[in-house]
């Protein structure tokens, strides 16, 4: 048997308990599958990038192993490479709430199944978005109430209690919910408005707790889906608003607006902000979007 060489990534601080890894079968599994697998380790936020954009290269297929930050990292490494050097893209999620492994289908916190499944699946072409000037993302970037609890939450409390711990911080934070007064540009329109949460994604799952229309969503046509909550002004308005969200039902809220478009303007009265891929985003008063159509090949 030719064996084919494989960059398997490992982000040893990813999900519950590095213990739930089972990096021995993982290996012996792609090992049995006719690969070749180099294991390398995160020791840091950020290194997966620099990793990936080094050693990818080398390799025809790159497997990441951790939680939706893993494959982000993992993915704008990729963007630093000429597409032609880009290799076939796998994940192995083992994070706490694995958007990302929603939307393509993927068993979460089951490497072994997550395994088979990507030597079994079919690579899908892949959108990426880039938040201009400030870096690449995968599956989200947003603004407003709960953004800031996914890269704010206790990490072992996400260990600990999984999406929960995500549900408590956003809780808690109810009571400070802040808008934001905003122009957005989008193909095709425009809107003005007073905002509490604004998201540009590329996924099914948003955060862990939200569902996007599976009609609306394709992870290959080339635009966004941007959701924007507008201030209620009364409980009703909230409520309603929730409700269309989680209803995927988004006409039957004022205060509620979902397009698509692949390029996307922010510009706002303050510095606001943001989360990209569930991590500090930095903050901006001026912030523009584009999407890389088609940019990876991820397995699913």
Not at 247 to 270: E, G, M
Request: overall charge negative.
């Amino acid at each position: 048997m030719i064996e084919k060489p494989m960059m398997l990534l490992v982000n040893p601080a990813a999900g519950r308990s590095a213990s739930e890894y089972d990096l021995g079968a993982v290996i012996r599994a792609f090992c049995e599958a006719g690969y070749a697998p180099t294991v390398y380790f995160t020791d840091a936020p950020g290194a997966a990038i620099e990793m990936t954009a080094r050693l990818a290269p080398n390799y025809r297929r790159l497997v990441c192993l951790g939680g939706d930050g893993t494959l982000s990292d993992t993915i704008c490494g990729l963007m630093r490479l000429p597409h032609v050097l880009r290799p076939m893209l796998g994940y192995i999620p083992m994070g706490t709430a694995n958007d990302v492994a929603n939307t393509l289908g993927l068993p979460m916190r089951q490497p072994v199944r997550a395994v088979e499944k990507l030597l079994n699946g079919s690579p899908l072409a892949y959108d990426v978005g880039e938040m201009v000037d400030v870096g690449y993302f995968s599956y989200i970037a947003a603004f407003g109430v709960f953004t800031e609890v996914s890269y704010k939450t206790d990490q072992e409390l996400k260990r600990t209690l999984g999406h929960l711990a995500y549900v408590i911080e956003g809780i808690n934070s109810l009571s400070s919910v802040k808008s934001y007064k905003a122009t957005v540009e989008y193909t095709g329109g425009s809107l003005e408005g007073e905002f509490i949460y604004g998201a540009v994604t590329n996924a099914l799952s948003v955060g862990g707790l939200m569902k996007l229309d599976k009609e609306l969503v394709d992870l290959s046509d080339g635009k966004f889906e941007l959701l924007l909550v507008q201030k209620p002004q009364t409980a009703v308005d909230l409520s309603s608003a929730v409700s269309a969200l989680m209803n995927q039902d988004y006409a039957s809220s004022r205060a509620l607006t979902v397009v698509q478009s692949d390029h996307i303007r922010f510009r706002f009265q303050t510095d606001v902000p943001w989360t990209r891929d569930g991590e500090d985003g930095g903050s901006h008063r001026e912030l523009e979007f584009r999407c890389h159509p088609r940019a990876i090949q991820i397995y699913r």
